[in-house]
């Protein structure tokens, strides 16, 4: 397994952006995991924290992990346009940078807390874009006092959505009904992979959120004891690869 670690200019943030990217060694091509962090941590925290490079070389897939801040994958209204870079502009500088495979069914992405929302996000968006997508301990709702409270000493719900009423245009919800659409209109499906903790915060607006998703949004559910910690994630990364893995062979 390879690891990476530098910089790249990015023309949606208009600034270079750190990049941690592993790669399998012996796959030709591999299909990708665009990895993101939650907002206590960064770029760095999946090889520090986990064993994702153990798993990924074990299902050979390359993972790549972008820094975003605490932007909440937005494009910011003070600040970095970190939606648009991930779904618009990383895809190709990794398929140009790094060998590998760059269609849909070889694309998908995940992530923890405010990433487990961004990569929702990313995938109910853009589902012609990835094969399936994971969420951990996911921030279902970023409506809520729990999120209020994280962001409002900073004063940082200005700075990401510029309005609570912005903000709630950025809810995970409102994009069910499109996401299901555009996956009709291309024969296709886009399953989803979620976990969250029975001793975390966010465990009831993850389960009220995945009573919401429905076919051809397939979303495979696991919580189990545990807490908002890297105990949990670093199992739940090891089962969403598994998960990828599946949907990826189910393909060939």
């Given amino acids: 397994m390879a690891c990476f670690d530098g910089t790249v200019a990015s023309e949606r943030?208009?600034?270079?952006v750190n990049l941690r990217v592993i790669m399998p060694q012996n796959v030709k091509e591999p299909a990708s995991v665009y990895l993101l962090h939650g907002i206590m941590a960064?770029?760095?925290?999946?090889?520090?924290y986990t064993n994702i490079e153990l798993y990924a070389n074990r299902l050979g897939f390359a993972v790549i992990m972008p820094d975003a801040g605490r932007s909440f994958?937005?494009?910011?209204?003070h600040g970095g346009r970190y939606f648009s870079f991930i779904t618009e502009e990383l895809p190709g500088i990794a398929s140009r940078m790094f060998k590998i495979a760059?269609?849909?069914q070889e694309s998908f992405i995940a992530g923890l807390s405010m990433g487990g929302y961004g990569a929702?996000?990313?995938a109910l968006s853009f589902p012609e874009n990835y094969a399936a997508a994971a969420s951990f301990s996911g921030v279902c709702d970023i409506t809520t006092p729990r999120v209020d409270g994280l962001l409002a000493d900073m004063d940082e719900i200005p700075a990401i959505w510029g309005t609570k009423a912005a903000r709630n245009k950025a809810r995970l919800e409102p994009l069910i009904p499109s996401a299901s659409d555009k996956l009709n209109k291309i024969n296709s499906r886009m399953p989803l992979f979620m976990t969250c903790g029975l001793d975390d915060g966010?465990?009831?607006?993850?389960?009220?959120?995945?009573?919401?998703?429905?076919?051809?949004l397939p979303v495979t559910y696991k919580e189990w004891?545990?807490?908002?910690d890297w105990v949990f994630w670093d199992r739940s990364?090891?089962?969403?690869l598994e998960f990828f893995k599946t949907v990826n062979d189910n393909q060939k």
């Fill in 13 to 16: 943030l208009g600034m270079d």
């Fill in 73 to 77: 994958y937005a494009d910011m209204r």
């Fill in 102 to 104: 760059s269609g849909r």
């Fill in 225 to 228: 004891p545990g807490g908002h």
């Fill in 202 to 216: 966010l465990l009831e607006a993850n389960r009220a959120f995945v009573k919401l998703l429905k076919d051809p």
């Fill in 42 to 48: 960064n770029y760095t925290c999946w090889t520090r």
């Fill in 237 to 240: 990364a090891e089962m969403a």
């Fill in 120 to 122: 929702l996000r990313c």
